[in-house]
């Protein structure tokens, strides 16, 4: 589990993390691995920078499986191409990575069975396990820590001169009190266009 955040303020985009890898009961902190929960995809268009919340192996699974789709199909600039992008990814995802689709027999469709935040010179954006896309206005929270970052955000937002300090403030909220949340923080800021 974790604490991700994405931030729009004072044109800029932030997308900011906590360090922590758990698995049950262990926790894998900075000191032994280099925990990064964020990666960076350049694009046509530009440089995002996407972050998820869930069991350990959809970090590589999903870095891997956007190298395999062609750069111009890479498309994170608005709702439609997120949803685009991630659409195209899903076959790829259960053919050449074996995702498990099915969390419920109730699914309306399949599950890519994890949450993602994205931050561009766009702006920010969720992705959720069924492709429900989001495009948010000032800030948002995933994973274990979400709670305790959204609470945070909001109350640090009408002093915060920047999306940095109010990212830093989520983070540094989950990291405080959400048990599978630790630091070091690590966060990437992003110009946004006008």
Known sequence: ?????????????VIATDALITFGDTRLS???EANSKIFKVDTPTGRSYIG??????????????????????LKFGSKDEVFDT??????????AFFLQTKEDDNDPYESSQFSVLIANASGIYGLYSYREIFEFKE???IGSGRSFAL???HASWGKAKTAREVALAGVTAGC???KNSA????LFTIKLKK
């Open 1 to 13: 589990m974790t604490t991700l955040v994405v931030v729009k303020k004072a044109g800029q985009a």
């Open 30 to 32: 900075s000191r032994y």
């Open 52 to 73: 998820m919340a869930g069991t350990v192996a959809h970090f590589p699974v999903l870095r891997k499986a956007m190298e395999t789709l062609p750069k111009a199909q």
């Open 86 to 95: 991630f659409h195209k990814l899903h076959p790829v995802l259960k053919d």
């Open 139 to 141: 800030f948002w929270g």
């Open 151 to 153: 609470g945070a955000m």
């Open 176 to 178: 405080e009190f959400d």
């Open 183 to 186: 630091g070091p923080v690590e």
